[in-house]
């Protein structure tokens, strides 16, 4: 696929994805919320750049921290979304900026700390835009990543990658975090420091605010009633509660010095 048959995907899932995405408990978790400004390090005087920003909860969270965020989407339904919240909270320290990712509209080193969430599964080319979030940091400043981490397992890994496609046909692929950490050595970064946490949710819930395929979504009930038997899917164990079935993705926050 193209990078700009794979934007469109990406334009339309998060067109669509824009409200129900940004308002879902699971994205403005603020124990979540507050590992990742924790782990970034931010202080007062830093510059955040906001990576792939979506509806702008990451960066209102770090907006009370930090001198000034600029968050960045491809999605103008996601910015117009991240300006409302920002408005709401009363914050002047924000602003919102279209582009793309692996091509960042910004010069060498214009931030102290750059960031991004729940991104790189969606990405063609994870390394390049890991590459494009170093040099828009300043030396001193820190890189974040933070994503959900698929199993060291090759079978479940590749099984839990074709759940997210079906839900998500934006989706490309989770890295384990072997492979994520990964990343930060092939972009000339040292071992980054690391912290976890889980996304916890119904089934039910997670196909509301997803626009998987007609028929697509039984097939995705049916992948976790397999994992609450097998743990095909190498996360964290499924289970039924009552009609419902509550899942626990694995989520990885890694931080490094550039």
């Given at each position: 696929?193209?990078?700009?048959?794979?934007?469109?995907?990406?334009?339309?899932?998060?067109?669509?994805?824009?409200?129900?995405?940004?308002?879902?408990?699971?994205?403005?978790?603020?124990?979540?919320?507050?590992?990742?400004?924790?782990?970034?390090?931010?202080?007062?005087?830093?510059?955040?750049?906001?990576?792939?920003?979506?509806?702008?909860?990451?960066?209102?969270?770090?907006?009370?921290?930090?001198?000034?965020?600029?968050?960045?989407?491809?999605?103008?339904?996601?910015?117009?979304?991240?300006?409302?919240?920002?408005?709401?909270?009363?914050?002047?320290?924000?602003?919102?900026?279209?582009?793309?990712?692996?091509?960042?509209?910004?010069?060498?080193?214009?931030?102290?700390?750059?960031?991004?969430?729940?991104?790189?599964?969606?990405?063609?080319?994870?390394?390049?835009?890991?590459?494009?979030?170093?040099?828009?940091?300043?030396?001193?400043?820190?890189v974040v990543v933070c994503d959900s981490q698929a199993s060291?397992?090759?079978?479940?890994?590749?099984?839990?990658?074709?759940?997210?496609?079906?839900?998500?046909?934006?989706?490309?692929?989770?890295?384990?975090?072997?492979e994520l950490t990964g990343l930060f050595a092939q972009a000339?970064?040292?071992?980054?420091?690391?912290?976890?946490?889980?996304?916890?949710?119904?089934?039910?819930?997670?196909?509301?605010?997803?626009?998987?395929?007609?028929?697509?979504?039984?097939?995705?009930?049916?992948?976790?009633?397999?994992?609450?038997?097998?743990?095909?899917?190498?996360?964290?164990?499924a289970t039924h509660d009552g009609a419902e079935i509550r899942?626990?993705?694995?989520?990885?926050?890694?931080?490094?010095?550039?």
């Open positions: 696929m193209t990078n700009t048959a794979h934007n469109e995907r990406i334009l339309d899932q998060f067109t669509r994805q824009a409200t129900p995405f940004s308002t879902a408990a699971t994205i403005t978790d603020a124990a979540a919320l507050r590992l990742i400004v924790e782990t970034s390090g931010a202080a007062a005087g830093d510059t955040v750049l906001d990576v792939a920003c979506g509806g702008g909860v990451v960066a209102c969270a770090f907006a009370p921290h930090v001198a000034h965020v600029t968050g960045m989407d491809m999605t103008p339904a996601m910015l117009e979304r991240a300006a409302r919240h920002a408005q709401a909270l009363g914050l002047t320290n924000v602003t919102w900026r279209q582009g793309d990712a692996t091509q960042l509209p910004f010069p060498d080193a214009a931030f102290s700390i750059v960031h991004t969430r729940f991104s790189f599964h969606h990405f063609l080319e994870p390394l390049a835009a890991l590459k494009e979030m170093v040099r828009v940091c300043r030396p001193g400043g820190r060291t397992d090759p079978a479940k890994a590749a099984a839990f990658n074709q759940l997210e496609l079906l839900r998500d046909p934006s989706h490309v692929r989770c890295l384990s975090l072997p000339g970064l040292g071992p980054p420091r690391e912290a976890f946490y889980e996304l916890r949710d119904t089934v039910r819930n997670l196909l509301a605010r997803s626009f998987p395929n007609p028929g697509d979504d039984v097939k995705i009930t049916a992948m976790f009633e397999r994992h609450i038997e097998d743990g095909s899917l190498g996360i964290p164990p899942y626990a993705y694995p989520v990885a926050i890694l931080a490094a010095e550039r």
